[in-house]
């Protein structure tokens, strides 16, 4: 009989050459080529160009720091790239057990990814379910919670299907192999997670904005050609000139800057119990508008806990526990049996010892103890409430029990008594508590704009119940309303939650995705911020770009957090530089073509580039407040608001330049002149776009101010000793930067409407 159920070694090889191994496929990738992939991206492009236009101008050592740069955000991309790569690795981890199967009319033991469709395997407690497979005799609690999201675990026998890499609590079965590797529910699994991906908005943004400077620098560069050949100006003449302009309208600084900005914030978050595994998720934090949360193990604590006793008649809770706790057993390491016991104890309720335990039979749904009082026989039972109470013939619970299981709770009914008739106790409701911080948690990503939606495999009523305690909003759905905007998603499987995630974008959607186990590594991967809770298993821990190493969910509010003020920075960061590109590009093409002059050196274009472009990187550590709403990036509106503002400054520094005509400077004194208004211009520039409200809002940061007096200095003391550029007094350094300080001023009142639109923050601490 048994031998009918195996199959023959020949007949496994045989399979296993058309099936394939039981384990996910492994794709070899040439580490080199990994590499070198980091090198063709927009943001490597940027680099890529200036590095080529600083030698073609024979600027080495501004060639060298370009290329330092080039190659820091290669290996930063080449890392990060192989800890994803970790999430298939860790599901390939998981399929290296051994499995008991019958084969040629004899137990053997072979490693699970030898198992093929038709095997006739054995599993008993503690085991990892080596594949999918139809359970033939035997009766097992099997724990599915890492699989499918189900907080309770599962009876199974007869017939029934158990999934690979669940685990058996209770129990001991056969049955025969189904389904094996990619194609195994697990498998599937897998496969979600190698697929997923989100494409990163920081990359997008930045491209984004070179698109923008690069069209405006071909326009000037055409205007410059023009003018050139209607005055026959000399191409070897005007050809540094438009490369020395294109130089000053890429912004170098910007990738370091991101980099630098999102690096920092790391290191902050790891000091909060957050670690960051990719960089931009901190970006994306920023935007994030949705937030998909599991709900076992990361809303609930993913144990039973005794909810609530109701005692029968004139039982007392102490009686009514200590009965269902003899009729429970340690040994069974059943998680009813275990919650019970514990509660028991804990209560200090007296446990008659028993002459005999029955332990839980699926076929009978109950468990049952004997034991005597004063000599006389005696038994307990424990169970579905309905057997027990038809058992101990009772009547009128059902309401009760009807009240419990609407909370979401696992009801039992309790009896016991002489054995002939033993007497209905009452109920005991369990369920999987709420964790004690997560209302907290919820409440603080809420008041940042974050819609929460609770995504579980658990059915609805259950899922109710968690909702209202947690304060959650919204539809409750099952899994037939996967697509409909829903507070809370019932039922649902793995592929269900990387759907549902994947919806939310094409919604035009930033989404977060918290989550523990297995079944949710692939959503946690396709989410633009996938973040593994402290109890996450390595599966899900590999596949999130931020992982919670404290209990509970008060880090994802923190990434939230810091995520805000990131942008913040990195706004005014790229406010900056996009308005001091159209300054400069502006004033030297309309320089040359209407005074016929070359209104600043090429040589003191590339000093400005580093006495401005590489200060404001301190802007990375800059104080500024987060806002109350998602941020989003608007191109459109950054451009415009950055035109005006670069307007006003032009119109700034043509009247240094007019000014230093009439006092009647030399062309080489004059350069100089325009050279240190530029420079002071960028620095109040900075002070006036930190701040969306009047400057005078906040104090910028140490490092900001320190990095702002020390550029004012070294610039000062060049033009006053004449490095790189012609002498220039003191005294009128000190009158030109009084002028850009109350030019500034005046500006300040210009710029508070146009650019409080750009966030919602209009103060900052």
Known sequence: MMAAKGLSEALAQQRLQEYGPNAISEIKRNVWLLFLKKFWAPVPWMLEVTLVLELVLGKWAEAIIIGLLLLFNAVLGFRQEHKAQGALDALRRRLHIVARVFRDGQWRSIPARDLVPGDFVHIRVGDIVPADMVLEDGQVLVDQSALTGESMPVERGGASTVYSASIIRRGEASGTITVTGAQSYFGKTAELVRAAGSKSHLEELVLSIVRQLVIMDGFLVAAILIYASTTHMALGEILPFALILFVASVPVALPATFTLATAMASLGLAQRGVLVTRLAAIEEAAAMSDLCSDKTGTLTQNKLSLIATRPWGDTTDAELLAMAAVASDDATQDPIDLTLLAAARAREAVIPARARFTPFDPATKRSEAAFEVEGAPWRAMKGAPQIIAALARASGWEQAAQELASQGARVLGVAAGPSEAPRFLGLLALADPIRADAPQALRALQNFGVRVRMVTGDNVATARTVAGTLGLTGRICDRAEMLEDCGVYAGVFPEDKFHLVQALQQQHKIVGMTGDGVNDAPALKQAEVGIAVESATDVAKAAASLVLTNPGLTGVADAVETGRRVYQRLLTYTLNKIV???????????????????????????????????????????????????????????????????????????????????????????????????????????????????????????????????????????????????????????????????????LDQVKVPLLRHLTKADARS
């Open 580 to 746: 001091k590109t159209f300054q400069v590009a502006l004033f030297l093409s309309i320089g040359l073509i209407v005074f016929n002059r070359f209104v600043i050196t090429p040589l003191l274009v590339l000093l400005l580039v580093f006495a401005n472009d590489f200060i404001t990187m301190s802007l990375a550590s800059d104080r500024v407040r987060p806002s109350q709403k998602p941020d989003r990036w608007d191109v459109r509106a950054l451009i415009f608001s950055s035109f005006v503002v670069a307007m006003a400054w032009t119109v700034y520094i043509f009247g240094v330049y007019l000014t230093g005509r009439a006092m009647g400077f030399a062309p080489a004194p004059l350069q100089t002149w325009d050279f240190l208004g530029l420079v002071f211009s960028g620095l109040g520039n900075v002070l006036l776009v930190r701040e969306r409200g009047h400057m005078w809002g906040s104090r910028p940061g140490t490092f900001l101010l320190s990095a702002i007096v020390a550029d004012i200095i070294i610039v000062s003391m060049l033009a006053r000793v004449g490095i790189f550029m012609a002498r220039m007094p003191l005294s009128m350094t000190s009158w030109l930067l009084l002028a850009t300080m109350a030019y500034t001023l005046l």
